[in-house]
């Protein structure tokens, strides 16, 4: 009884430990994007900010950087892109997982053999590609890419997921008279909803903060994803010396992930645990 004690306490501590690790960057991220660059230059790096604290810096961001512009790319970018892929994940995971046809292994391989490779080593034959197509420098290119990219783990994190469903639902739904669009649609594609959020996460993630394609395939400013955006604003701010405003759009990108992260949270922890119990 005392070691139960003793291990629950000691993993509390741990785990508390751990949180504060992970937590306070953010909190610091917070605070130091309402300190002004006095605050910065000639107090304390870690000190709390002064009062009254600088709201502005969020306004002035928004407006002096056209901040708001890489807000909704993303946006747009991150919602559409992960909606399509986590749809072709899901319709070709459940194709390779459900139905026997010769060549399902080899057509499983390769999509883990995908991921093997850098990515970063196909973006010359990838920029040829989209340029031949006329989709360099467009928002639907860069959603093109993005959902075609996440498709290779999306199709290995819900393989698994879909063969552990029964074999007895699609008979039901067979016998119902629904054909394979149906069942997959109507009765598959619910129950596998803990595994979608959770390859919907990580893709947003991904996604979110994704840098090095955006950079190489949007060269128009007003087309700027967050990434490339804060990072263009970070070169012209270090001369300015505006790190308060630095931070407000470093704290303006992460909101949305948290909310995110925030509203999905049992869905995740669902479908982390959904393949074991089954």
């Keep these: 009884m005392r070691q139960t004690r003793l291990q629950t306490w000691s993993m509390t501590v741990i785990l508390g430990f751990w949180s504060l690790c992970v937590m306070y960057p953010l909190f610091w991220t917070v605070i130091a994007s309402l300190k002004d660059n006095k605050q910065f230059l000639l107090g304390h790096p870690w000190a709390l900010p002064n009062f009254p604290l600088l709201w502005e810096n969020y306004s002035y961001v928004w407006q002096k950087y056209k901040f708001g512009n890489y807000f909704i790319n993303s946006i747009s970018v991150t919602t559409v892109s992960t909606t399509a892929g986590v749809l072709l994940s899901a319709t070709t995971a459940y194709a390779i997982a459900r139905f026997a046809f010769r060549g399902s292994n080899l057509l499983f391989l390769s999509y883990l053999a995908y991921k093997m490779i850098p990515a970063f080593l196909g973006i010359i034959p990838l920029f040829f590609l989209m340029n031949d197509l006329h989709l360099t ?94 990072a263009v604003m970070q070169a012209e701010m270090q001369y300015r010396t505006e790190w308060g405003p630095l931070f407000a759009a470093l704290t303006i990108a992460m909101v949305p992930v948290l909310l995110f992260y925030f509203i999905f949270q049992r869905q995740i922890t669902g479908g982390m645990t959904a393949g074991a119990v089954k």
């Design 137 to 230: 420098n467009t928002l639907s290119g860069l959603m093109l890419i993005y959902a075609i990219t996440a498709v290779p783990f999306g199709v290995f994190m819900l393989v698994g997921f879909f063969k552990t469903l029964p074999k007895e639902l699609e008979e039901a739904a067979a016998i119902d008279g629904a054909n394979h669009y149906g069942t997959f649609f109507r009765v598959m594609l619910p129950l596998a909803k803990p595994g979608l959020v959770s390859l919907a996460i990580v893709t947003v993630l991904n996604i979110w903060n994704e840098y090095i394609m955006a950079l190489v395939f949007i060269s128009t400013p007003g087309k700027y994803t967050l990434p490339v955006g804060i």
